[in-house]
């Protein structure tokens, strides 16, 4: 299994996109089209939110997760409330 960001290897970006959009906007009430998040996944990036990291085996995406700012906001204010 390899691991690596999808800004990387962008040859995954409509896979990554199409999961998501099986996954999260149509079981979802949400509005965005498949086109949508193809843009979305398509502007992800190495050293700044939105970030996405993909696993891919014999060639084939398996799993993918992907960070966003609030995401480690929320992150540290665990880290912050645990230290005190």
Request: hydrophobic letters at 40%.
């Amino acid at each position: 299994m390899k691991f690596e960001m999808l800004c990387n290897n962008k040859v995954y970006v409509e896979d990554v996109a199409l999961e998501v959009f099986n996954e999260f906007v149509l079981k979802t009430a949400s509005t965005k089209s498949y086109k949508e998040c193809v843009d979305f996944f398509s502007h992800t990036y190495e050293k700044n939110f939105p970030m996405t990291f993909i696993a891919t085996k014999n060639e084939k995406l398996v799993g993918s997760v992907s960070l966003f700012e609030n995401d480690w906001a929320e992150k540290k204010k665990q880290l912050l409330g645990l230290r005190r």
